[in-house]
C-alpha cells in the first residue's frame, strides 16, 4: 500500500497534469487551478489548505491581489487588533517583525508534509487568529466562508499593481524575465496570466461579497488608505468590532498605529532593510516607492490604451472603478 506522503505526491502530480500551464513572469509556472492561474510553488499549499483548515469565527483574514499594499494592511490589522496586548508604539513586535512574519499566509501553512503538526500549531496560535491570503474569494476554505471570521481585503489601480509587481519580479527572479519585455507582459496581465490572476476576477470576487456580506467582508483601496489613512484605521477596527474608544482616540492611538505602520517607518526599519524571507526574497524588496501613480514613468502610449481597454471590458457594470492618477 502506498504511504500517505506517496499517495499525496501521486494525488498531486495527477492533479498538476490536468490542468492547463501557461509559462509565468517569475521562474515558476502558473496553473489555472478553480479558475485562477495558481503558481506552481502554491499548489501543494492552497490544495492542503482547502482540505484541512478550520476557520474560528474570531479569525481576522487579510486578504488581497498581490503587490496591492498585503505588507502595509498585514502591519495594520496586526497593530489595531492587538493594541492591547501591544500597547507602547517604541516596543512593538512591528519594530523588530517584518509583518508578513507576524501575519502568516494561509497559502503557505499547508506547504508541508505534516498537516497534524500544522493543525496543533493553528488551534493554539493566540486569538484572534490574524491571516495573510492572495486566494480568491471562491477558492477559500468552506470553513472561511461558512465562519463569522472576518475578511480585509486591499486592492490597487491595475496600473500601479503591474508596475510594482513587475519590478519586483525583476529583482527576484532577473534572469527568468530577461526574455520578456514589459509589454508582453502587460499582453499576459491583460489575458488575467498572472500569479492569483485574472486581477479583475480577484477583485470583483471579493468586490461583490462585500456588497453581499458588509459585516463579513472589508473593501479597501490602496489609494484611499494613502489619502486618508486614520479614517481607515478607525474603520478597520469598527469593521473588526473592536472600535477605538474616546480615550484611545484622545490619546492619539490611530495616529500611533498609522505612523507605526507607515511606509517610510517600515521601510527604514533594521529588520525590513536586510535579511532575507525563508528560502525566498530579500525583505527590503517589499518597500520600493510606496506611491500613486508611478505607473506613467512606465507605461508607453499603446500600453495605456490597452490596458485601460481591458479595464473597462472587465469591470464595467460592476461599480468597481479606480481614478486615473495621471
Ligand atoms: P506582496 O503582495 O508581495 O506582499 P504588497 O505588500 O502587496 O506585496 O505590495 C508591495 C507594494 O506596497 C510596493 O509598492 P511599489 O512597488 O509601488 O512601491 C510597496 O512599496 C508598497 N508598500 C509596502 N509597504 C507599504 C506601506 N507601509 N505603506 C504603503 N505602501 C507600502
Partial sequence: MASTQGLQAYEEEKLLLSLPKERGWAAHHLYLFQDFWCPSNFIEGVNNFQKHFQSK????IVSSFPKSGTTWLKALTFSIVNRKRFSSFDNHPLLTSNSHDLVPYLDFIFHCDNIQNKLSYLSNMTEPRIFGTHIPFPSLSKSIQESNCKIVYI????????????????????????KLTMEEALEKYCKGIIGFGPTWEHMLGYWKESIATPNKVLFLKYEELKEDINFYVK??????DCPFTEEEESNGVIESISNLCSFEKMKNLEVNKSGTFDRSFEKKYLFRKGEIGDWVNYFSPAMIEKLSKTMEEKLSGSGLSFKTYS
Fill in 235 to 240: 474603520r478597520v477596527a469598527e469593521f473588526l
Fill in 155 to 178: 486592492c490597487r489601480n491595475p496600473f500601479d499593481t503591474f508596475v510594482s509587481f513587475w519590478i519586483f519580479a525583476n529583482k527576484i527572479y532577473p534572469d527568468s524575465l530577461d
Fill in 57 to 60: 469565527d474570531s479569525d481576522v
